[in-house]
């Protein structure tokens, strides 16, 4: 009977341990956050209103919300909703310890490979992913570097156990087109001013050679698909197949440049071809050439904002200014924050790009709505709208300043908790004399 009693008595310790660890376990369900300040970005602000999740979508948003029983409430008086922040170019989930060769898996060997897709690559245990999303990012394009085409970007959202639960369904085959060599003087480590030239010149030859092969492929397996019947079945190009898509606009085609100069004849190039799905990234002196992106109707992905200027006889707020001076001229602008480990950063070029001529709403816009109709997944991302999936955060100010906490998040319908390595640390060193006896006594320093 002792030996039953102590069973039941163990069992009643362990239950309740193990339902208050499940509380911190991401997981679906359904909730209701009440009372809160709901800023949609495709409808305007709701001072004072619901949204209500069920599962990985939103199934209510207003002042007057009828919430379901089951539903878990949070109650966000005095807090603001907002729709998960989008940083539209990273290497998160790609690199790890930058100096450590094992970590990172952000190239591959060639220069034209466009069809390895950095979702493969994904790394979804990444330390910095938590880090980022308990700062409001819930989705990143994680993208390729290294050669002329070094692959294919993918977004993908920060939360899953496998690569393939996280993506958000948008790819992008990148250009790093070729930079044309300005000035006579080489930096120490270069080659001199007729070499330079040259490496353009054959990449630029590459890059044409590329396409006009991809485009006879294209032809030619059309052709085969159109009637196979007596033909021969092309071979098989990896590298033409998967420029395919980017030759009927099924996928964007991401032409990395930054210099005014190149971005104008990276323009010129892609009117030439007649692509029909573009878009711009970097773009660092994009506020030279506005007005012709603006005419052009091409997208542009523009940061850093957190940078220097790219000249040293320019202001020294130009790469604040960009985004701002782009989307006046009637750019289609979206933020990156171009990192790896630092990613969480987004909201604060975000509040940089705002605070230098963009303003708050473009801003909160170029983070979120923005990006997601530019790679085609408005329909799932970037707003708070009925039908939409469930990338949202809670938060106790303006996610633009420094001073502004997280205090609930939710990806793909996900309530995740807000851990991290930086608030493990923050709490372990916040309280690290907890637990002795008797307090160290803290001796002044000597003189």
């Known amino acids: 009977m002792n030996l039953f009693m102590t069973l039941l008595l163990a069992l009643g310790f362990f239950l309740p341990q193990q339902a208050q660890q499940q509380d911190d376990i991401a997981r679906q369900g359904t909730y209701a956050i009440t009372n809160a300040r709901i800023e949609t970005v495709a409808n305007g602000t709701i001072e004072r209103g619901t949204v209500v999740i069920e599962g990985d979508r939103i199934i209510a948003v207003g002042e007057n919300v009828i919430i379901p029983e089951s539903a878990r409430v949070i109650d966000g008086s005095g807090l603001h909703v907002y729709p998960g922040m989008i940083d539209s170019g990273t290497s998160l989930g790609l690199t790890e310890v930058g100096s450590v060769a094992e970590t990172n898996d952000t190239n591959e060997i060639g220069d034209i490979t466009p069809h390895m897709n950095a979702l493969t690559a994904v790394n979804p245990n990444s330390v910095a992913i938590p880090v980022t999303r308990v700062s409001g990012v819930t989705t990143v394009i994680a993208e390729p570097s290294g050669g002329l085409l070094p692959g294919t970007a993918a977004m993908i959202n920060l939360f899953g156990y496998t690569a393939e639960q996280m993506t958000a369904g ?35 030859a590459k890059l044409n050679e590329v396409f006009d092969r991809a485009v006879l492929y294209d032809r030619i397996v059309t052709a085969y698909e159109a009637d196979p019947s007596g033909k021969e ?54 506020w030279r050439v506005a007005d012709q992106l603006a005419e052009a109707g091409f997208p542009a992905l523009v940061g850093p904002v957190l940078a220097t200027p790219t000249r040293s006889s320019d202001r020294y707020d130009r790469a604040y200014a960009n985004a ?48 997601a109709e530019i790679f085609g997944i408005d329909s799932d991302y970037g707003s ?55 307090p160290i006594e803290i001796l002044p320093a000597d003189n």
């Open 384 to 438: 708070i709208e009925v039908g939409k999936k469930a990338n949202l955060f809670v938060s106790n100010g303006d996610p633009f300043e420094t001073s502004t906490d997280i205090l609930a998040l939710f990806i793909d319908g996900f309530n995740v908790p807000i851990e991290s390595r930086h608030l493990d640390l923050y709490e372990e060193f916040l309280n690290r004399d907890a637990g002795r006896l008797q």
């Open 233 to 286: 079945r092309p071979v098989y190009a990896p590298e033409m197949d998967a420029l395919r898509p980017v030759l009927s606009g099924d996928i964007s085609l991401m032409v990395k440049v930054n210099a005014a100069d190149d971005i104008l004849k990276a323009l010129t190039w892609v009117q030439d071809r007649e692509l029909p799905n573009v878009v711009f990234s970097g773009v660092n002196e994009g």
């Open 170 to 204: 948008a790819n992008s085959v990148i250009v790093q087109f070729p930079q044309e060599p300005s000035g006579d003087r080489p930096w120490w480590g270069q080659t001199g001013p007729d070499r330079r030239k040259e490496r353009y010149r054959n990449n630029m």
């Open 324 to 371: 701002g001076l782009l989307s006046e001229a009637g750019v289609t602008v979206a933020l990156r924050s171009g990192e790896s480990k630092n990613v969480r950063n987004l909201p604060f070029n975000a509040g940089f790009a705002a605070t230098y001529g963009m303003g708050k709403e473009a801003a909160l816009r170029a983070v979120t709505l923005g990006p």
